[in-house]
């Protein structure tokens, strides 16, 4: 054979299992980007729906913990509109008369009651932005004041305001309504309700908050001193739900005054039975997505090391031992696995967290994100899940290729 | 001695009958020796190779190389020794498509746990199979004869003891051919032994033993030039 005049530079790369397997996988580009893809959508679809099945649950735990009360008795027609601000936040105004309370606080088994009344502000000038206030009375309350003086360790004085977590403002903020300025003194824990985006103060605050209000003209319906939106309800020990709630409507019915009565009970098994069926679908449509993954994968792998039987063949000639095979194998599917997994997870991290606010308000479900570390182990965990689907769909082709004779396999390739 | 194939045989079933691929093949080979084997198509010689490098498993008999029974190995051993004692220049296009030529070449290298690099080696292989511009090509992009003789330098890459060619001037041209022969020539005066099996008649004017097969059967065996005797043998 002639002699060349010329040297090749050559590479001084080692050629291990993994640079063969990844120069495999860069020379059939688009294969791989496909492959990596599907496996992005696993990942992506698996880490949201641990995300999202974890954080509502969560929310209705939160939910359990922070309702306080048994009973809500509200004006006549406005369960729905209580509903919205309890759970969602939703800025609306309903009013009642105060002697709503003492009424109820005199039925038997019933143990403590305290009102809550709920003023909508403004969008305008006048106020910093529109928001559902929440005012309470601290003497009796047993809903809202523990938790407010647990993380402010004090009680809230007049002119002060604690904001829920989903608003961004730090302690020693002002929050203007109707023209007057009120300092943050605290900020809520995540709670998943409609608490995350109130405003609380106690009724000295708010009556100030209504002054104002009917300076700037603005008139609710509401008697100074004399009206309450709501009246939460606590009832002893192991209390009978229904004779309570007959109790309620009858005595106010006596009293001349149409109230709705909302059950806690009811409003925790009705979000619970919405989040239950959520997490359902979201477990189902997982499942079907992961099997609908593992599945074509194991026919694309199938395929692959078929029409690579040769060049599997070649490699035992040249003395790859059958565990160096099976790295090959198993490696590019691990790639496939893990590039695919990572790409999903990024994506999902992008989408989940900055925009959790909108999601929690589309789902109208009680939605609280987990803890950093909990969210750290639903990644790994996803992580393994989807990286481990490429080996796991090329096992039977692995075995296949392994135990054929060489040359058999060879002869296949040609 | 560097191979002793003794009593070799595959038998194959064909419907209900069995037939023997290869029929209790004995033969020797000495360091640096050059054999080929010839016979007609369906003679059993690409099977008699395919078992000496353990590519079959055979129905009875053994193969020694280097004094070691290969099918008594166990798939770490024996891939150790095809790895480093036996190169092997196969009948089709074997080299990896995914890798460039030189990477092909040094690829052998990597199989086993070694020190250094083999680059230059590499390289110094390309250049003496004639085809050194092409290290950075892929498969793809190289004619019949480049491919086969990308397959030869890899084959050397790691000094093997033993080369084994099957039909390795298959589809080249006349000068191919003759280029291709001589190289393997050379191959086994630096000591390393040569087991070729071609149909090239002029094959046999390159190499110090020619051995003849028939129905699985070795039916002859020629020193030096033996093409008349092939011929009037069949």
């Known amino acids: 054979m002639s002699q060349q005049e010329q040297s090749p530079k050559g590479s001084k790369k080692k050629l291990g299992i993994i640079t063969i397997a990844c120069c495999n996988l860069k020379k059939k580009a688009v294969r791989t980007s496909c492959l990596m893809g599907l496996v992005a959508v696993l990942s992506f679809t698996l880490f949201s729906g641990l995300i999202l099945t974890t954080s509502l649950r969560g929310g209705m735990e939160s939910m359990r913990q922070r309702l306080g009360a048994d009973f809500m008795v509200v004006p006549d027609g406005n369960q729905a509109k209580f509903e919205g601000a309890l759970l969602r936040g939703e800025p609306g105004t309903f009013y009642f008369g105060r002697d709503t309370t003492k009424i109820l606080s005199d039925i038997e088994g019933i143990i403590k009651t305290t009102p809550q009344f709920f003023i909508t502000s403004l969008s305008t000038d006048c106020c910093s932005y529109q928001v559902q206030l929440i005012g309470y009375e601290p003497k009796t309350d047993f809903v809202i004041a523990p938790w407010i003086s647990g993380q402010l360790k004090k009680d809230l004085e007049k002119g002060e305001l604690v904001v829920g977590s989903k608003l961004e403002h730090q302690v020693g903020d002002t929050l203007k309504f109707f023209g007057r300025e009120y300092v943050v003194a605290g900020r809520l824990q995540e709670t998943g309700l409609g608490f995350d985006t109130s405003v609380f103060m106690n009724f000295d605050t708010a009556e100030n908050v209504l002054d104002d209000a009917k300076i700037k003209g603005i008139h609710y319906r509401f008697n100074k001193g004399d009206s309450i939106s709501a009246v939460m309800v606590k009832a002893e020990e192991g209390y009978d739900v229904s004779a309570i709630n007959n109790a309620i409507v009858d005595r106010l019915r006596e009293a001349g005054i149409k109230a709705d009565v909302v059950a806690s009970r009811t409003i925790v ?146 | 001695m560097l191979l002793e194939v003794n009593q070799l045989t595959r038998e194959y079933k064909r419907g209900r009958e069995a037939f023997r691929a290869v029929d209790e093949v004995s033969f020797t080979m000495a360091d640096g020796e050059f054999v080929s084997i010839r016979g007609r198509s369906g003679s059993g010689k690409s099977t008699l190779l395919n078992l000496i490098t353990g590519l079959l498993q055979p129905t009875g008999g053994s193969v020694f190389l280097d004094g070691e029974n290969i099918f008594e190995l166990d798939d770490r051993n024996y891939s150790y020794l095809r790895n480093s004692k036996l190169g092997y220049v196969s009948q089709v296009q074997s080299a990896l498509s995914n890798l460039t030529v030189m990477d092909n070449v040094r690829l052998p290298f990597f199989l086993s746990k070694r020190d250094g690099e083999p680059s230059e080696r590499a390289a110094a292989l390309l250049e003496q199979v004639g085809i050194a511009h092409l290290a950075k090509a892929y498969p793809a992009q190289l004619s019949g004869g480049e491919l086969k003789r990308v397959a030869i330098a890899r084959a050397l890459i790691l000094s093997p003891e033993l080369l084994i060619a099957d039909e390795p001037t298959c589809d080249l041209d006349l000068q191919t051919t003759k280029e291709v022969l001589e190289f393997l020539a050379s191959v086994a005066q630096r000591g390393t032994a040569v087991l070729m099996v071609t149909h090239e008649a002029d094959a046999s004017e390159y190499c110090n033993r020619t051995l003849f097969m028939e129905s699985g059967k070795l039916v002859h065996i020629a020193s030096g030039n033996p093409s008349g005797i092939f011929c009037s043998a069949i």
């Open chain 1, 269 to 414: 098994t009705t979000a619970s039975d919405h989040i239950n069926q959520f997490i359902f679908y979201v477990k189902v449509f997982s499942v079907m997505l992961w099997v609908l993954a593992v599945v074509l994968l194991s026919v694309v792998f199938t395929f692959s090391v078929h029409e690579r039987k040769k060049e599997i063949a070649v490699l035992r000639i040249l003395g790859a031992t059958k565990g160096k095979l099976l790295q090959l194998i198993f490696g590019e599917a691990a790639l496939i696995g893990t590039g695919g997994a990572l790409v999903g997870l990024s994506l999902a991290f992008l989408v989940l967290f900055p925009f959790s606010t909108l999601i929690s308000l589309t789902l109208n479900l009680p939605f609280v994100l987990p803890p950093p570390q909990r969210i750290a182990f639903l990644a790994m965990l996803s992580f393994l899940l989807t990286g481990a689907a490429g080996p796991a769909a090329s096992v039977s082709s692995a075995y296949r290729i392994v135990k054929n004779e060489i040359q058999a396999t060879m002869r296949e390739g040609e």
